[in-house]
Every structure is written in structure tokens, then in C-alpha cells.
T-cell receptor, first 114, second 116 residues
Framework: AQSVSQHNHHVILSEAASLELGCNYS??????LFWYVQYPGQHLQLLLK??????LVKGIKGFEAEFIKSKFSFNLRKPSVQWSDTAEYFC????????????FGAGTRLFVKA | GAVVSQHPSWVICKSGTSVKIECRSL??????MFWYRQFPKQSLMLMAT?????????EQGVEKDKFLINHASLTLSTLTVTSAHPEDSSFYIC????????????FGPGTRLLVL
């Protein structure tokens, strides 16, 4: 069965620290990969996505993610976080043997200390 | 960008009543819409996939008679929670996939349901 795992449930960082959130998936075939962010009290927003091509994907607000096919990973990174990045981050996957159905990871809560 | 709306955003109802939640794609056509449920401090759980003009496909463990889904047009899908009970209280989120075939889903703001 398809699955998505996020390594960290909670992350606490100080402003200006670097961020890396792990995401691994278990899917057959060619997949599409996404990172979504949910700010407190708001709905899900797309941060970035990977369909094909350059495995290093740049998204909004200075985020980027790298698709490493051999490791079935799609880790999210940001070189310097801000207090406003406090939110919950979800990795998601569709395609392959799962078709259009998108499966979400459990989410990682990021808290950035000012 | 593509916008998906949900109505209502909040609903409180008595146990045993039915509640209908609407999901609309405002500026694009959506052949496929998805309904998710999010429990506090947990991830989104896919409940069902709704295809315009056909029956919804439910995930394992989701009662189709409890959660009725109708996708009558390319811009509207509805989720009806029938005979709601307190354990149905949750945050329900819909998403829509563009008919053009792009794999990105656009999410609605969610509907918080509280069953007393």
C-alpha cells in the first residue's frame, strides 16, 4: 500500500536557523510529490511540487525540496527560517500505482522562536 | 491561482441530524474532487474520491451510507453527513483537481463540524 512518512512530528528552531524536514514515500511507479503548509487557523497552501525534470524544486517563500529517487525521499529545506514560518508542513504524494489519489504524511509542526 | 470554497465554514448540529457541506471550484472545472477528514493534531485522511457524474470511490473504513457524496457538476461536490453523532465531529476538507489533467490539487478552507 502507498504510504508517506515524515520523520519529525515537532521541530523547534530559532530564527535564522536552517530547516530540513524529511519525507519518504512508498509508491510504485512514477510519482508526483508535494509539500503543503498549513498556517495556524488557515487552510492548506501549496509550497512546491515536483512532477518531473530537475529534482531540486524551488517553491514559494524561500523553500526548496530535493527529490532523490533512489532514496524515495523528498525533503523540504529552507536556509534561514523566520518566525512567520511557524506552521504545520505536510508532504504528499500521488500518481504511480495510486493514481490521482493523494496521500498525506502525518505532518510536521514547526515552531520558530523569535 | 485556482480557488476552492467550502460552505459552511462552521456548523454545529444535534446528534441524529444530517449536515450537508458544499465544495465549489470557483474559477476552474474539476472532474475530480476529494474529501478529507482531519482530526486535531493529525494529518488529512482521505475519505473518498468524487468524480463528476459517477459514484464516489470510498476509502477503506469509510461508510458510504454515512457520508453521502454527490458530484453533480464540474464545479460542485457535496458531502452529507447523515445521522451525525459526536464522533463525526471533525474538520472536513475538500480539494479539487483541474479537468485539464494537472496533478495539483487545490484545497478548500475546510468545514468544522461539531455534533452535540
Amino acid at each position: 500500500a502507498q504510504s508517506v512518512s515524515q520523520h519529525n512530528h515537532h521541530v523547534i528552531l530559532s530564527e535564522a536557523a536552517s530547516l530540513e524536514l524529511g519525507c519518504n514515500y512508498s509508491y510504485g511507479g512514477t510519482v508526483n510529490l508535494f509539500w503543503y503548509v498549513q498556517y495556524p487557523g488557515q487552510h492548506l497552501q501549496l509550497l512546491l511540487k515536483y512532477f518531473s525534470g530537475d529534482p531540486l524544486v524551488k517553491g514559494i517563500k524561500g523553500f526548496e525540496a530535493e527529490f532523490i529517487k533512489s532514496k524515495f525521499s523528498f525533503n523540504l529545506r529552507k536556509p534561514s527560517v523566520q518566525w512567520s514560518d511557524t506552521a504545520e508542513y505536510f508532504c504528499a504524494v500521488n500518481g504511480g500505482t495510486g493514481g490521482f489519489k493523494t496521500i498525506f504524511g502525518a505532518g510536521t509542526r514547526l515552531f520558530v522562536k523569535a | 491561482g485556482a480557488v476552492v470554497s467550502q460552505h459552511p465554514s462552521w456548523v454545529i448540529c444535534k446528534s441524529g441530524t444530517s449536515v450537508k457541506i458544499e465544495c465549489r471550484s470557483l474559477d476552474f472545472q474539476a472532474t475530480t474532487m476529494f474529501w478529507y477528514r482531519q482530526f486535531p493534531k493529525q494529518s488529512l485522511m482521505l475519505m473518498a474520491t468524487s468524480n463528476e457524474g459517477s459514484k464516489a470511490t470510498y476509502e477503506q473504513g469509510v461508510e458510504k451510507d454515512k457520508f453521502l457524496i454527490n458530484h453533480a457538476s464540474l464545479t460542485l461536490s457535496t458531502l452529507t453527513v447523515t445521522s451525525a453523532h459526536p464522533e463525526d465531529s471533525s474538520f472536513y476538507i475538500c480539494s479539487a483537481r483541474e479537468t485539464s489533467g494537472r496533478e495539483t490539487q487545490y484545497f478548500g478552507p475546510g468545514t468544522r463540524l461539531l455534533v452535540l
